[in-house]
Nanobody, 125 residues
Framework: QVQLVESGGGLVQAGGSLRLSCAASGRTFSNYAMGWFRQAPGKEREFVSSISWSRSNTYYADSVKGRFTISRDNAKNTVYLQMNNLKPEDTAVYYC??????????????????WGQGTQVTVSS
């Protein structure tokens, strides 16, 4: 089992930036593909970005492509989401998730076995 703890959320004006972190503990972090998802009030949880265990493959939702960057540091057991040029529609609770031996390609919430508690991101216009 792996435990995930997100941090870095907050309130930012449109056009601003935030960097989310997700610290993992427990099993071997490098065995997991990692993903970021978000959920806005009244909406379903949606895929944002993911990264393979080797860091060689990254994937993004069309809505964030070119603005968000996912990365991971396996030595620190941490995955990051750098969010630039934030928009009000990016407002949501952001969750990191882990998929054991996954390729990182999956955008399906059901493919990820472990989840963090979430961190709130609010973008004001």
């Amino acid at each position: 089992q792996v435990q995930l703890v997100e941090s870095g959320g907050g309130l930012v004006q449109a056009g601003g930036s935030l960097r989310l972190s997700c610290a993992a503990s427990g099993r071997t972090f490098s065995n997991y593909a990692m993903g970021w998802f978000r959920q806005a009030p009244g909406k379903e949880r949606e895929f944002v970005s993911s990264i393979s265990w080797s860091r060689s493959n990254t994937y993004y939702a069309d809505s964030v492509k070119g603005r968000f960057t996912i990365s991971r540091d396996n030595a620190k057991n941490t995955v990051y989401l750098q969010m630039n040029n934030l928009k009000p529609e990016d407002t949501a609770v952001y969750y990191c998730a882990a998929n054991l031996y996954g390729s990182g390609r999956s955008r399906d919430v059901n493919a990820y076995e472990y989840w963090g508690q979430g961190t709130q991101v609010t973008v004001s216009s």
